[in-house]
């Protein structure tokens, strides 16, 4: 087993800094969330998860996808390869939520180029969880505290400091000079918690499309959105055009995608004001059935890693492991009643 | 999950750069097809570009006025009648409201084409109902186009066009044109007849029920609001028509057009790269309704 101690981690991040950039999470306005740092002691190492996933690296809130120059001509570019980015501190659940990212965004044709551009230039170093905090249900969904998906490389805290899982090439690249010291010693087995729900097939959850639970669930939603804005695997957006720049016979703009979400109550107006998704209901289950049997028919992975944001957010106490319970408890109630 | 994909003719989705960055096209021609509807024909600025340009009726772009915003816009022409493109915009919002100010000459970018068509082999030998409400009418005109420029390999034609009002039925000056083909039937109808309309009155529904089409080696393809739609299927459906004889061009107000951004899913459908073309033996099956 690769080992390094807390000081050796220390001197490579600092390394790293020289010459790339890093982010990791970091206390600001008293949430932690991942930010570029120029000094290692920004780094909080101690802590269980952060308030924002680091799908902000790679998927930020605003971010120009465009760059469009109106003047004699009419001029587009596409935004530069953003400089190559180490992500450091990131838990395995929010790496397993690139990986559902990457269904979408990758694997499905066409690619979208700007989050190519942002994965490709994106190394992750991920941090094994000790044991699962509360909310959390990552095993649940297919995850564990020290899952490696979707990680270059893993560091799980043992007492010399810190066991060093290099996953990938990309790993390989940036730890290329470090010195391990190599120890016997096993991985420790993560606390996890027992008696999760276990998560119903996507057709069982099909099956209870029209069950009036939804109607039940929505009736405490406010429709804050919040439950969407912290959630490291929703990945609805918004584009929008922006004017940067105006000179005598030059405009500039810059056309913006933004986040959004289904559950927001005009996302899925059209154009002649019709909404098929005009409820309360219909929006929180869209939100549900996206994570739990769309995202997977259509794209493969889950929706959903399992962190458990949504659940400490909600305003309304809407619990998605709640939700996983219902679902199964309707299913055997199907079965048995069928 | 039902296969929603069932037949229609799907492009290729390879040439990835095309598909998410717009391309320069100039706008030649601007006419008003109805009131607060305008027809845009524009042109691809870059040669290599127009010539790969090809679309099947059926199959919609993502059309910038730069500086406001991106709209999608069902294709309102056919591939093989050249190289200019057109699309009808109705005023609704800031995009439309920004193409309706620009003039000829003027520069917009367009993305695509996107989603899949209608299954113009598939219809070959059919006769070919046509139903279109409203601006719906617009992305219909390719198929009407693509049949009377290949007459022979269809049957007969059956176009009865909705509106409102008669100020708001659309291509109202090709009327003749198409009526002048062979083996062509028209009706016009609106909801609110004025004095001296000389055509019917009422809902599309009525006057499918009062010419009953035979479903007999017949499709049908319909476009127009959501709840157009549902009463035709059900008016068809009573004639006899199956539902899988029945095509129709779904919308939604999708942001990117390649099954990204998530704002046009019908369950684990996307209106955009599922269809919007859909064989309504598949909407049927759909897990969430379209209207």
């Given at each position: 087993?690769?080992?390094?101690?807390?000081?050796?981690?220390?001197?490579?991040?600092?390394?790293?800094?020289?010459?790339?950039?890093?982010?990791?999470?970091?206390?600001?306005?008293?949430?932690?969330?991942?930010?570029?740092?120029?000094?290692?002691?920004?780094?909080?190492?101690?802590?269980?998860?952060?308030?924002?996933?680091?799908?902000?690296?790679?998927?930020?809130?605003?971010?120009?996808?465009?760059?469009?120059?109106?003047?004699?001509?009419?001029?587009?570019?596409?935004?530069?390869?953003?400089?190559?980015?180490?992500?450091?501190?990131?838990?395995?659940?929010?790496?397993?939520?690139?990986?559902?990212?990457?269904?979408?965004?990758?694997?499905?044709?066409?690619?979208?180029?700007?989050?190519?551009?942002?994965?490709?230039?994106?190394?992750?170093?991920?941090?094994?969880?000790?044991?699962?905090?509360?909310?959390?249900?990552?095993?649940?969904?297919?995850?564990?505290?020290?899952?490696?998906?979707?990680?270059?490389?893993?560091?799980?805290?043992?007492?010399?400091?810190?066991?060093?899982?290099?996953?990938?090439?990309?790993?390989?690249?940036?730890?290329?000079?470090?010195?391990?010291?190599?120890?016997?010693?096993?991985?420790?087995?993560?606390?996890?918690?027992?008696?999760?729900?276990?998560?119903?097939?996507?057709?069982?959850?099909?099956?209870?499309?029209?069950?009036?639970?939804?109607?039940?669930?929505?009736?405490?939603?406010?429709?804050?959105?919040?439950?969407?804005?912290?959630?490291?695997?929703?990945?609805?957006?918004?584009?929008?055009?922006?004017?940067?720049?105006?000179?005598?016979?030059?405009?500039?703009?810059?056309?913006?995608?933004?986040?959004?979400?289904?559950?927001?109550?005009?996302?899925?107006?059209?154009?002649?004001?019709?909404?098929?998704?005009?409820?309360?209901?219909?929006?929180?289950?869209?939100?549900?059935?996206?994570?739990?049997?769309?995202?997977?028919?259509?794209?493969?992975?889950?929706?959903?890693?399992?962190?458990?944001?949504?659940?400490?957010?909600?305003?309304?106490?809407?619990?998605?492991?709640?939700?996983?319970?219902?679902?199964?408890?309707?299913?055997?109630?199907?079965?048995?009643?069928? | 999950?039902?296969?929603?994909?069932?037949?229609?003719?799907?492009?290729?989705?390879?040439?990835?750069?095309?598909?998410?960055?717009?391309?320069?096209?100039?706008?030649?021609?601007?006419?008003?097809?109805?009131?607060?509807?305008?027809?845009?024909?524009?042109?691809?600025?870059?040669?290599?570009?127009?010539?790969?340009?090809?679309?099947?009726?059926?199959?919609?772009?993502?059309?910038?006025?730069?500086?406001?915003?991106?709209?999608?816009?069902?294709?309102?022409?056919?591939?093989?009648?050249?190289?200019?493109?057109?699309?009808?915009?109705?005023?609704?919002?800031?995009?439309?409201?920004?193409?309706?100010?620009?003039?000829?000459?003027?520069?917009?970018?367009?993305?695509?084409?996107?989603?899949?068509?209608?299954?113009?082999?598939?219809?070959?030998?059919?006769?070919?109902?046509?139903l279109?409400g409203?601006?719906?009418?617009?992305?219909?005109?390719?198929?009407?186009?693509?049949?009377?420029?290949?007459?022979?390999?269809?049957?007969?034609?059956?176009?009865?066009?909705?509106?409102?009002?008669?100020?708001?039925?659309?291509?109202?000056?090709?009327?003749?044109?198409?009526?002048?083909?062979?083996?062509?039937?028209?009706?016009?109808?609106?909801?609110?007849?004025?004095?001296?309309?000389?055509?019917?009155?009422?809902?599309i529904t009525?006057?499918i029920?009062?010419?009953?089409?035979?479903?007999?080696?017949?499709?049908t393809?319909t476009?127009g609001?959501?709840?157009m739609i549902k009463f035709t299927m059900m008016t068809l459906?009573?004639?006899?028509?199956?539902?899988?004889?029945?095509?129709?061009?779904?919308?939604?107000?999708?942001?990117?057009?390649?099954?990204?951004?998530?704002?046009?899913?019908?369950?684990?459908?996307?209106?955009?790269?599922?269809?919007?073309?859909?064989?309504?033996?598949?909407?049927?099956?759909?897990?969430?309704?379209?209207?």
């Amino acid at each position: 087993m690769k080992v390094l101690t807390q000081k050796k981690l220390n001197a490579w991040l600092a390394n790293l800094l020289q010459t790339t950039v890093v982010a990791a999470p970091v206390e600001a306005q008293g949430k932690l969330v991942y930010r570029k740092i120029d000094e290692v002691s920004q780094i909080v190492l101690d802590f269980e998860r952060t308030d924002m996933s680091p799908k902000t690296w790679l998927f930020p809130m605003t971010e120009p996808i465009l760059f469009i120059e109106q003047g004699v001509e009419t001029k587009l570019k596409e935004p530069p390869k953003p400089e190559p980015i180490v992500l450091f501190g990131v838990r395995p659940c929010d790496a397993r939520s690139l990986l559902a990212f990457d269904a979408l965004f990758l694997d499905k044709a066409p690619e979208d180029p700007q989050y190519a551009r942002h994965r490709e230039s994106t190394t992750l170093v991920g941090l094994s969880c000790p044991q699962m905090w509360e909310s959390c249900f990552c095993t649940a969904v297919g995850g564990a505290p020290n899952s490696t998906d979707g990680l270059d490389i893993l560091l799980t805290q043992i007492e010399e400091g810190y066991a060093v899982e290099v996953l990938t090439e990309k790993g390989k690249k940036i730890s290329a000079n470090l010195v391990f010291e190599e120890k016997k010693t096993s991985l420790p087995d993560p606390k996890l918690i027992q008696g999760l729900p276990s998560l119903s097939k996507t057709d069982e959850w099909m099956a209870l499309f029209n069950d009036l639970y939804w109607e039940q669930l929505s009736n405490s939603c406010l429709s804050c959105r919040a439950c969407s804005f912290v959630c490291p695997t929703c990945r609805c957006f918004d584009v929008r055009d922006e004017l940067t720049a105006i000179k005598p016979g030059l405009k500039k703009f810059e056309r913006l995608r933004a986040w959004d979400t289904c559950t927001a109550s005009g996302y899925r107006r059209i154009a002649g004001g019709h909404n098929p998704r005009d409820s309360q209901k219909k929006r929180l289950r869209n939100r549900f059935f996206c994570k739990f049997m769309f995202y997977p028919d259509d794209f493969g992975p889950l929706g959903c890693v399992g962190c458990g944001r949504c659940i400490d957010v909600c305003p309304a106490g809407i619990d998605i492991l709640e939700v996983i319970a219902n679902v199964e408890k309707m299913t055997e109630r199907e079965k048995v009643g069928g | 999950m039902p296969d929603a994909t069932k037949s229609a003719t799907r492009p290729n989705m390879e040439r990835a750069t095309e598909l998410t960055l717009p391309n320069l096209a100039t706008i030649t021609e601007i006419r008003d097809l109805a009131t607060n509807i305008k027809l845009i024909q524009v042109q691809l600025d870059d040669l290599d570009v127009r010539k790969k340009f090809t679309y099947t009726p059926g199959q919609f772009v993502e059309i910038s006025v730069f500086g406001v915003g991106e709209s999608p816009f069902g294709l309102a022409s056919s591939s093989d009648r050249g190289s200019k493109i057109d699309f009808a915009v109705s005023r609704v919002g800031t995009v439309t409201d920004a193409l309706f100010r620009l003039d000829v000459g003027d520069q917009i970018g367009m993305r695509g084409p996107l989603g899949n068509g209608f299954p113009m082999e598939e219809f070959k030998g059919k006769n070919i109902l046509v139903l279109g409400g409203g601006i719906g009418g617009a992305p219909l005109r390719p198929i009407i186009q693509t049949i009377f420029d290949n007459r022979e390999d269809y049957g007969t034609v059956t176009i009865l066009w909705a509106a409102r009002s008669p100020d708001l039925l659309v291509f109202t000056e090709e009327y003749d044109e198409w009526c002048a083909q062979p083996d062509v039937e028209m009706y016009l109808t609106v909801d609110n007849a004025p004095e001296g309309w000389e055509h019917e009155e009422g809902l599309i529904t009525a006057l499918i029920e009062k010419i009953n089409p035979s479903p007999k080696n017949t499709i049908t393809v319909t476009c127009g609001p959501p709840i157009m739609i549902k009463f035709t299927m059900m008016t068809l459906e009573k004639l006899g028509f199956q539902p899988k004889q029945n095509w129709v061009t779904l919308e939604a107000k999708m942001k990117c057009g390649i099954g990204k951004c998530g704002r046009c899913n019908l369950g684990e459908v996307y209106i955009c790269t599922d269809g919007p073309v859909f064989c309504f033996e598949n909407v049927q099956g759909f897990l969430e309704s379209f209207v």
